[in-house]
């Protein structure tokens, strides 16, 4: 397989030296580069030491003399990039370290909290640190650049003060883990994400109750690893990082003890050092794809607990290690390759039916089969609008009751969604669309005597927060479908009470009222929250006119003007909530009681099926939901707002 890297066999146009520069030196991300090295620092031994040791993760081994701490300390914690590792607390400031150099540690910035050990994670930017030291029971966290020296700033608190949690990362998110607060140990599992600043928010729980729980991690996979309960432990509870949802059994250390110091790169953790009620020097280490196999790695120089761990190629930056240079640009930059990982090619049909269930169902787009389980939304309902970025799925909008709850998960990991934050105002029936940048919803019910309001919301959804005011539609309405290009976000449909064909627009990057854009062939409303879309055709499908309609509509996005019938849906139905991947639109959450494997009292019905953007024509059986409902979120990676 070819390189992307430099050689004079297949260099070809400009290499530039900076972005060299910058591989090697900034991000680590050169091959060559130090991301088999993971450090270890301090701990005690009885006494406090200032020893930091290494080891070569892709092997197995044990440590060898790296530099030493500018202060003897017990109780670091530590957080790192590809190219430095950065430990603090227990009340003796901050050391820097390289990885590709060995040597003693240097300042690098005075926090405003004492942190103490396990507490800290971080990205290949940021470090976040919880200050669990003194005073005990704090919740506040604090970061760092790790690219500016001398940086740190607030960053938020988490869900309640507490000491000797457990933590790890992804790319994009920080995940705390048990502790121990004035009332004893802590259950609790937080989150936070590491771009923007703000509080932790609830994830779930641990298997048990306990203090010192040591964390590591894969860009998906989270592992907190043994600790003290009643007793000590030699538990490891595992977590997916992008969903949320509660710790699972993942296996056991070789022996159980508490307080010791981990790292990891995307493949492995390793485990070191701590205490059985006398201190051990030895290392274990797990791979994060199996559960249940922790094998013997080597051992520290000396038997130590409270050591810290630092990798250049931990969860948060595994994006740059082991590096895979055939995926790779002359500048470092991923590129893109179509279906071959995936991208833009994941539908999701969220929540939804009469009875309000939590089900999430993934498909493939581009080829027809049904529904497979992808995991559950946070909150449970029907009647809602979905909207995805490349990378993030959202729905919001719910009945069941009437709510203002925004949910969230990432595409390329199945799991649970999470809260993201709050419309403006609880309401149902809304419509949706979305672009790379923005998620908007507009209009809704937002009582069960049907009060309607005009309201347009938007979010930027690469952050998690509460929505802002767009502006606001020309009546309030329950709405139709919403379709988007990456600039312009088009509402067909509603109902006032009385059923519209008024489309309207919205330029997706500003803000504002909607504007006139034409009429549906057929006035009809709700139809579902939201329509399928490429990067130049809009499509509506279904609705109440007032009896249910099999009617399909379609619009050029860039333009303004009546839409054009593009064919007939299987059957007619009042809602159809619509994804794509530029290419193909594929509808589900339909209703209609006569329909082959509907229910005969609330009509839901199991039924995906397909059309081809660029033609027109009938629909085509795409396969069936995991279970029958109608009302659902839909949302995809792939749609014409992202191109």
């Given at each position: 397989m070819a390189t992307s890297y430099p050689d004079k066999t297949n260099a070809r146009g400009i290499w530039r030296i900076t972005d060299i520069t910058r591989n090697i030196k900034t991000e680590g991300t050169f091959p060559g580069s130090s991301g088999s090295i993971g450090i270890y620092a301090g701990g005690v031994t009885p006494s406090t030491s200032n020893i930091v040791q290494s080891v070569n993760q892709t092997s197995t081994g044990d440590t060898t003399d790296f530099g030493d701490l500018q202060t003897a300390s017990g109780e670091r914690t530590s957080a790192a990039n590809g190219t430095r590792a950065v430990f603090a607390g227990d009340s003796t400031g901050t050391d820097t370290f390289f990885f590709s150099t060995k040597g003693n540690g240097s300042d690098f910035v005075t926090l405003g909290i004492d942190p103490r050990q396990l507490g800290s994670c971080g990205n290949k930017t940021r470090g976040l640190f919880h200050g669990n030291g003194a005073p005990a029971f704090v919740d506040t966290v604090e970061y760092i650049e790790f690219a500016t020296l001398g940086f740190k700033a607030d960053f938020g608190d988490l869900t309640g003060g507490k000491d000797r949690e457990g933590a790890c990362s992804s790319l994009t998110r920080g995940i705390w883990a048990g502790g121990?607060?004035?009332?004893?140990?802590?259950?609790?599992?937080?989150?936070?994400?590491?771009?923007?600043?703000?509080?932790?928010?609830?994830?779930?729980?641990?298997?048990?109750?306990?203090?010192?729980?040591?964390?590591?991690?894969?860009?998906?996979?989270?592992?907190?690893?043994?600790?003290?309960?009643?007793?000590?432990?030699?538990?490891?509870?595992s977590v997916q990082i992008a969903s949320h949802g509660n710790g699972t059994d993942y296996g056991d250390l070789s022996t159980t003890r508490f307080n010791l110091g981990t790292l990891s790169n995307s493949v492995r953790g390793i485990y070191a050092g701590g205490s059985t009620g006398s201190l051990v020097n030895t290392m274990d280490f797990s791979q994060f794809a199996s559960s249940g196999a922790v094998t013997d790695f080597g051992d520290l120089t000396t038997a130590a607990t409270s050591v810290s761990g630092a990798s250049p190629t931990h969860g948060g930056i595994d994006q740059n290690f082991p590096r895979a240079p055939e995926l790779y640009s002359p500048t470092g930059r991923p590129l893109v390759y179509g279906d071959e990982a995936g991208l833009g090619d994941i539908g999701?049909?969220?929540?939804?039916?009469?009875?309000?269930?939590?089900?999430?169902d993934y498909i493939k787009i581009s080829s027809a089969s049904n529904g497979t389980d992808f995991g559950d939304t946070a909150t449970k309902g029907t009647h809602m609008g979905g909207a995805g970025s490349a990378t993030r799925a959202f729905i919001a909008g719910y009945s069941g009751p009437i709510a203002d709850n925004i949910d969230y998960g990432t595409f390329s990991t199945k799991g649970n969604h999470s809260d993201f934050g709050n419309l403006t105002d609880a309401r149902d029936k809304v419509g949706s669309f979305s672009n790379n940048t923005r998620a908007v919803?507009?209009?809704?019910?937002?009582?069960?005597?049907?009060?309607?309001?005009?309201?347009?919301?938007?979010?930027?959804?690469?952050?998690?927060?509460?929505?802002?005011?767009?502006?606001?539609?020309?009546?309030?309405?329950?709405?139709?479908?919403?379709?988007?290009?990456?600039?312009?976000?088009?509402?067909?449909?509603?109902?006032?009470?009385?059923?519209?064909?008024?489309?309207?627009?919205?330029?997706?990057?500003?803000?504002?009222?909607?504007?006139?854009?034409?009429?549906?062939?057929?006035?009809?409303?709700?139809?579902?929250?939201?329509?399928?879309?490429?990067?130049?055709?809009?499509?509506?499908?279904g609705g109440e006119a007032p009896s249910n309609s099999d009617v399909m509509d379609y619009i050029t996005i860039a333009s303004t003007?009546?839409?054009?019938?593009?064919?007939?849906?299987?059957?007619?139905?009042?809602?159809?909530?619509?994804?794509?991947?530029?290419?193909?639109?594929?509808f589900s959450g339909f209703n209609n009681t006569g329909a082959p494997g509907a229910d005969g009292t609330f009509g839901q019905t199991p039924h995906i099926s397909y059309v081809t953007i660029a033609s027109t024509g009938d629909i085509t059986n795409f396969g069936d939901l995991t279970e029958r409902r109608y009302g659902l979120g839909a949302a995809s990676n792939g749609h014409g707002g992202l191109s």
């Open positions: 121990e607060n004035p009332d004893g140990n802590v259950n609790v599992i937080e989150f936070a994400e590491i771009a923007t600043t703000g509080d932790a928010i609830d994830f779930g729980d641990l298997t048990e109750a306990r203090r010192y729980p040591a964390g590591a991690s894969s860009s998906t996979r989270g592992l907190f690893v043994a600790g003290y309960t009643d007793g000590i432990t030699d538990d490891i509870d999701l049909f969220q929540s939804g039916g009469y009875g309000y269930v939590y089900t999430i919803w507009f209009g809704g019910r937002i009582d069960d005597s049907d009060n309607l309001t005009n309201i347009i919301d938007y979010i930027t959804m690469a952050t998690i927060g509460n929505a802002s005011d767009f502006g606001d539609l020309a009546a309030a309405t329950h709405v139709g479908q919403g379709v988007a290009s990456n600039t312009r976000g088009v509402s067909g449909g509603g109902k006032t009470p009385s059923y519209i064909d008024v489309i309207q627009y919205v330029t997706i990057g500003s803000t504002g009222n909607a504007s006139d854009f034409g009429d549906l062939t057929v006035a009809r409303g709700p139809g579902g929250g939201t329509g399928a879309s490429s990067q130049t055709r809009g499509i509506f499908a003007g009546d839409a054009t019938d593009f064919g007939d849906l299987a059957f007619v139905t009042g809602f159809a909530s619509g994804l794509s991947n530029n290419v193909r639109a594929v």
